[in-house]
């Protein structure tokens, strides 16, 4: 048994979040043991550490769990309709060049309704950051199985283990054209933090996946029981690109791959878009 | 001179006349998706936005357009989209959303056949009904009939005005035809059209002191100016689901209740000021026509024609059908003979003149026509019908 602490120690960081300066102490409505807290931490340690002006960085957030982010996340937030992150963030940066949108989706926002969205915002090379939040179900509508959810695994919309392939999301995004894609997990805190620094001050889209456990609907359907049981699957299923060289296509199967897959320059969409703006007023 | 306002006189086809009309309203950002019959408003809006140092894109899909209008809006600029009924059927989750959060948008509706894929080039006015019942919930839209290029030109303007002081989507009906009729249109000096045009309004009080959705105060309803992403005019939080007027989520009936009866009632409430009808003949008429758009035209002619006869007939015309003109309609059935309305479809706008009608104890009669205008003649032979 922990002790209960009689009285709470003040978050270090609850000024700086929206319930925080709104009900004087940040609080947040995830499950315990869920990823996003950790999430909304760390991107609230790049915004004090690189003392950004969230009016220029507004969150543009989609449907799930995550929808509830805002309340603990620095800054401006829109939320969006469920799958169309990309597109609202799309027409953000076109009519205003100066913002620099930070997308968050989940993985059935991302993956399964805005797929479309997604690809073609990696292919137009639109400067925002898109992160992806993984945690292998639907968590919000009670558990269903997602296009991230691994096969055989359950889910509350396949009692009898899941009998598809799932999506390496990573993989979309290069082939789509995404200039700088990475996937870390809400476990490894310090790299993901590196990784959205580097991510914003780069000129293009940055896609980030962050693999995050959901022992609630996850864990508990695929007997793992306690959070700490479902980080231990993830750690277990992460192999870091590096030492993934060394390894087999057999020993590499089912496993997340850790860390930065791609960083390339591309012309970026809105940058291209003012020179024809120029040339077509100069009427060339 | 300005590239944005063509002054002068030209032929234009409605579509091309839509254009230009959102252009000189000062739209500065289109997105869009092909789709027979509206496909002339993206390729003109591709070579004129630019032009008037506005952003184009052709997205993904149709949720997508509207989806970046959105964007676009959120952060101060006036935004456009249209496209044609299937495409409108998959705007509509966003033009609920943009209800909801009183962004404020204008979708062209350029109609052609239904129901399914039904025929791209032919019109039809089916999508008149789901213009303000088409997305989930309950909100109210602005929604306008032009019925000419020139009208075309003008009400581009007149929409984006409703859109800016309403923060409402408003939703503009064209179809096949009017979109490819080549008519005259007069577009006046610059001076001129930026008189009538309505500006993005920006907040003036404090940031902390900014509201950002429709609020009451004293028993008015005061719709502040919309929020700008990227300025200290934004709620921390702008949520898609219900909230109150800082835009904290209520998720509660009493949040509900209060929200979707301010997103009715500034519509609503406001009819005396968003209404628009014309008139004609209508004082010592028996007979009253009442259409819009295109059957509007036709019924003019008819309804000269039984004036020849000695038919005392008359016309309403419906420039605004959401919301429905109720005031407008009930003054001029009051104490006639019978209504006369003639539509392109079977019976949709009919549903609410009728019941205008009823109040007034005026028997209603629906001409009905498919992927064609009526002729003069049809609407002819029904008031001649009616009169006996």
Redesign the interface.
């Known amino acids: 048994m922990i002790p209960r602490v009689a009285e709470k120690p003040e978050h270090p960081l609850g000024k700086y979040v929206?319930t925080g300066w709104?009900l004087g102490e940040p609080r947040h409505i995830f499950c315990p043991g869920c990823g996003y807290g950790t999430i909304a931490q760390a991107l609230t340690r790049v915004f004090i550490d690189e003392k950004l002006d969230g009016?220029?960085y507004?969150f543009?957030i989609g449907?799930g769990c995550y929808?509830a982010l805002?309340?603990v996340l620095p800054?401006?937030?829109?939320?969006?309709?469920h799958g169309?992150v990309p597109?609202?963030?799309?027409?953000?940066?076109?009519?205003?060049p100066?913002?620099k949108p930070i997308g968050i989706s989940g993985d059935g926002d991302l993956l399964a309704i805005g797929t479309?969205?997604f690809?073609?915002a990696c292919r137009r090379n639109v400067d925002m950051l898109l992160i992806l939040l993984h945690n292998n179900v639907y968590g919000m509508t009670g558990g269903q199985v997602a296009p991230t959810t691994p096969t055989t695994f359950r889910a509350t919309t396949a009692p009898y283990g899941y009998a598809e392939t799932p999506f390496d999301a990573c993989e979309l995004a290069i082939v789509g054209g995404a200039t700088y894609v990475a996937r870390w997990s809400s476990i490894q805190v310090q790299p993901l933090v590196t990784s959205i620094k580097k991510a914003l001050k780069r000129k293009g889209l940055s896609f980030i996946e962050i693999v995050s456990p959901c022992p609630t609907y996850f864990g508990r359907k695929n007997k793992m029981a306690e959070p700490i049981d479902v980080f231990r699957w993830i750690k277990d299923k992460s192999v870091k690109i590096e030492k993934a060289k060394g390894m087999s296509k057999e020993e590499l199967a089912g496993k997340y791959l850790i860390g930065e897959f791609v960083e390339r320059e591309r012309p970026e969409l809105s940058e291209m878009?003012r020179k024809?703006?120029t040339?077509?007023?100069e009427g060339k | 001179m300005s590239k944005a306002i063509l002054t002068g006189t030209h032929v234009m086809m409605g579509n091309h006349a839509m254009v230009e009309g959102a252009i000189a309203a000062g739209c500065r950002f289109f997105a869009g998706y092909p789709i027979t019959p509206q496909n002339e408003v993206p390729e003109r809006m591709s070579e004129r936005m630019p032009e008037a140092g506005g952003t184009f894109i052709q997205m993904e899909d149709e949720i997508g357009s509207i989806a970046a209008c959105i964007g676009a809006s959120l952060v101060g600029v006036k935004a456009m989209t249209s496209s044609s009924g299937p495409g409108i059927c998959l705007k509509q989750e966003c033009i609920s959303w943009a209800a909801s959060v009183e962004i404020p948008l204008v979708i062209a509706n350029v109609q052609r056949t239904g129901p399914g894929s039904g025929i791209v080039s032919l019109p039809h006015h089916g999508d008149m009904m789901q213009a303000r019942f088409g997305g989930n919930g309950d909100y109210q839209v602005i929604t306008i009939v032009p019925a000419s290029s020139q009208e075309l030109f003008d009400m581009m303007i007149d929409a984006f005005n409703y859109a800016e002081i309403w923060r409402v989507p408003v939703i503009v009906m064209s179809d096949a035809f009017l979109g490819h009729i080549l008519e005259k249109v007069v577009i006046p000096s610059a001076d001129e059209i930026n008189k009538r045009v309505v500006q993005r309004r920006k907040p003036t009080i404090e940031p902390a002191k900014y509201v950002p959705f429709t609020y009451e105060d004293k028993g008015q309803l005061v719709i502040p100016p919309p929020p700008v992403m990227g300025s200290p005019y934004f709620p921390a939080w702008m949520p898609s689901v219900t909230h109150n007027e800082r835009g904290i989520p209520i998720l509660d009936e009493r949040g509900s209740y209060k929200m979707v009866q301010k997103l009715c009632d500034k519509i609503v409430k406001n009819e005396d000021k968003i209404v628009k009808t014309e008139s004609y003949y209508l004082d010592d008429a028996d007979i009253v026509v009442v259409a819009y758009g295109l059957p509007f035209r036709t019924s003019l002619r008819a309804v000269r024609e039984a004036r020849k006869k000695g038919i005392k007939a008359g016309l309403l015309r419906l420039v605004t059908v959401w919301p429905f003109p109720n005031k407008a309609v009930s003054a001029a059935v009051e104490g006639k003979k019978a209504v006369v309305v003639p539509e392109i479809n079977f019976g949709q706008m009919f549903i609410e003149i009728e019941r205008a009608a009823a109040k007034k104890c005026v028997p209603a009669h629906l001409v009905p026509q498919i992927s064609k205008l009526h002729e003069p003649k049809e609407i002819l032979s029904k008031i001649e019908e009616v009169a006996k």
């Open positions: 929206y709104l009016k220029k507004p543009v449907i929808s805002p309340a800054g401006y937030s829109v939320m969006v309709l169309r597109a609202v963030a799309t027409g953000m940066k076109l009519a205003n100066e913002l479309s969205h690809l073609h878009y024809l703006i040339a077509a007023q």
